[in-house]
């Protein structure tokens, strides 16, 4: 199943890296910049969110929330926050539950691990409806930066 542009995004409550619950509608009336990743420590997930985390003051002065989601545990994931300075907050979707409902989950990733989230990038309005989607077969390949930066101003 995907997500398509113009449909209302489908809500979530996760645990953040520093084990609080986080939920879609905490971010109503804000736009949402979620970037589902493989896994935490990877190349190409730790490129993923360190652009976004350099450019965090941008998106922050557009009243933008971003969101980084993985299957990894929210303890990895704390780890991985604090070595990277992430400023955003982290959430762990270790039963995959959301990124399923996203369509964002590969059956089969690297080394034979199954259920791992697949990398993609969503931009949800003040409205939490979906108005960027973007699941990217190739964990190898990043996000289009520049359109994701493009619909949240």
Do not use: W
Not at 32 to 45: D, E, K, Q, R, S
Not at 88 to 109: H, I, M, R, W
Not at 123 to 131: A, K, L, P, S, T
């Amino acid at each position: 199943m995907s997500i398509t542009v113009g449909q209302a995004a489908p809500h979530f409550k996760l645990t953040s890296s520093d084990l609080k619950e986080v939920s879609l509608t905490d971010f109503k009336d804000k736009k949402v910049v979620i970037h589902f990743f493989p896994l935490a420590f990877t190349g190409v997930c730790t490129t993923q969110l360190c652009t976004m985390r350099d450019s965090f003051g941008y998106y922050d002065g557009l009243n933008a929330q971003i969101l980084g989601i993985s299957v990894d545990s929210p303890f990895t994931l704390a780890k991985f926050k604090e070595e990277n300075s992430y400023q955003f907050p982290l959430l762990s979707d270790f039963n995959k539950e959301v990124s399923a409902a996203y369509g964002a989950l590969y059956a089969e990733f690297a080394f034979g691990m199954k259920g791992v989230s697949q990398r993609a990038a969503f931009v949800i309005d003040e409205e939490q409806n979906v108005i960027y989607a973007e699941v990217l077969e190739n964990a190898g390949d990043l996000p289009n930066f520049e359109a994701i930066a493009e619909k949240v101003k």
